[in-house]
């Protein structure tokens, strides 16, 4: 049996799991059943507070508003009354009325979309977006945050980096403005 020489990727690699066997500790090492989910919820499906059949979807938003909330995809920059308007109040999401975004919050950017720099508490989900349309790779291979309602699932847009800030950048299309004149 011959021994391959080891190179520095293999050591890195070594290095790795050790650190990581280390950083589990010993009680997660003696138990590593203690942190998986409950056998109940491992094959339950998620189940939103608001449920729409898809024609019950399609009766409440235009066709536009459809193919972004519910099949994910994303309105022309600058199509949105909102893109650039910074009145004062609150974005709730277009499906189910939930007070997504805050004014207060608001990121200042000028790209066409609607930008936050954080949401309200509890407001979302994420995912991950396979498949990146806006990828500068030729096999669109980079993924991006998706966002979502927790509340109904509709999709709202995606966490970005713009300008070395990590933001939210939300089709308007996927809100409804509440102004807080109102």
Same mark, same amino acid.
């Given at each position: 049996m011959t021994r391959g020489l080891t190179t520095?990727?293999?050591?890195?690699?070594?290095? !790795?799991?050790? !650190? !990581?066997?280390?950083?589990?500790?010993?009680?997660?090492?003696? *138990?590593p059943a203690a942190n998986a989910a409950p056998p109940e919820l491992v094959d339950a499906p998620f189940a939103f507070e608001v449920q729409r059949t898809e024609a019950e979807w399609r009766a409440m938003l235009t066709e536009d508003e459809f193919a972004i909330l519910r099949e994910g995809d994303t309105e022309w920059p600058t199509t949105? %009354?909102?893109? *650039?308007?910074?009145?004062?109040?609150?974005f709730g999401c277009r499906g189910c !009325?939930? /007070?997504?975004?805050?004014s207060d919050n608001r990121? %200042? =950017?000028?790209?066409?979309?609607?930008?936050?720099? @954080?949401?309200?508490? *509890?407001?979302?989900?994420?995912?991950?977006d396979h498949g990146n349309p806006y990828s500068m790779a030729a096999d669109s291979s980079e993924s991006l945050i998706e966002v979502h309602c927790r509340r109904c699932g509709? @999709?709202?847009?995606?966490?970005?980096?713009?300008?070395?800030? =990590?933001? @939210?950048?939300? /089709?308007?299309?996927?809100?409804?403005?509440k102004s807080a004149e109102a």
């Open positions: 520095r990727r293999d050591l890195l690699a070594g290095g !790795a799991l050790v !650190a !990581a066997t280390f950083a589990l500790g010993r009680g997660a090492r003696a *138990n949105s %009354p909102l893109w *650039n308007d910074y009145s004062a109040g609150d !009325a939930l /007070n997504l975004y805050s990121a %200042p =950017i000028e790209k066409g979309w609607v930008f936050f720099y @954080h949401s309200q508490q *509890n407001a979302l989900l994420t995912d991950i509709s @999709h709202l847009g995606h966490i970005l980096m713009v300008d070395s800030e =990590i933001v @939210h950048c939300i /089709n308007g299309t996927s809100l409804v403005f």
